[in-house]
């Protein structure tokens, strides 16, 4: 096992799994109940609550985050805003991502791998079909963090 180069995570060179020991992004909190299967490491999703107010699923083995599209762009814009803490530069994506193809958990269509256009240099997993993003272990946190004239310090 090697540190992943762009998510707080472990990766096996031999078999490509891939372990995340760090909790997934603050303001999840689990609501219970078995959701769709992870698209990238296929454990049961948990069912969840961002910020006490949007339904999502996450991943308790990749730390991974499946949430609708509006979910994510409200959640993103109300972080950057109400930031306290200084912001972060974020490493370069991974452009290898670009070649991993994933399916959407909720229609099995295969989901679009892009650059998020927004802050944290990161890339997306998108389902257009279902409004659905898929976000890799730390990139929610890369996104809130990142530098910008729209986060506050």
């Known amino acids: 096992m090697s540190p992943h ?3 707080p995570c472990w990766e096996c060179s031999h078999c490509g799994s891939v372990v995340c020991p760090e909790p997934v ?3 999840v909190r689990e609501s219970g109940g078995r959701g769709r299967d992870c698209p990238v490491c296929h454990a049961a999703l948990t069912r969840a609550v961002l ?7 996450v991943c308790d083995h990749c730390k991974g985050i499946l949430t609708p599209l509006h979910t994510f762009a409200e959640t993103v814009t109300a972080r ?7 912001s972060v530069t974020p490493p370069p994506a991974d452009r ?5 193809r994933i399916r959407c958990p909720k ?14 240099n990161i890339i997306i997993d998108t389902c257009e079909t279902c409004s659905l993003v898929w976000l890799d272990a730390g990139e929610l946190r ?9 986060r506050r310090p």
């Open 80 to 86: 950057r805003r109400s930031a306290r803490t200084p």
């Open 107 to 120: 229609c099995s269509e295969p989901m679009i791998t892009d650059w998020y256009c927004g802050p944290g």
């Open 142 to 150: 890369r996104a809130v963090d990142a530098p910008g004239s729209d």
């Open 5 to 7: 180069a762009t998510r």
């Open 51 to 57: 910020d006490d107010r949007a339904p999502i699923e």
């Open 96 to 100: 290898g991502e670009f070649g991993r």
């Open 25 to 27: 992004a603050d303001g």
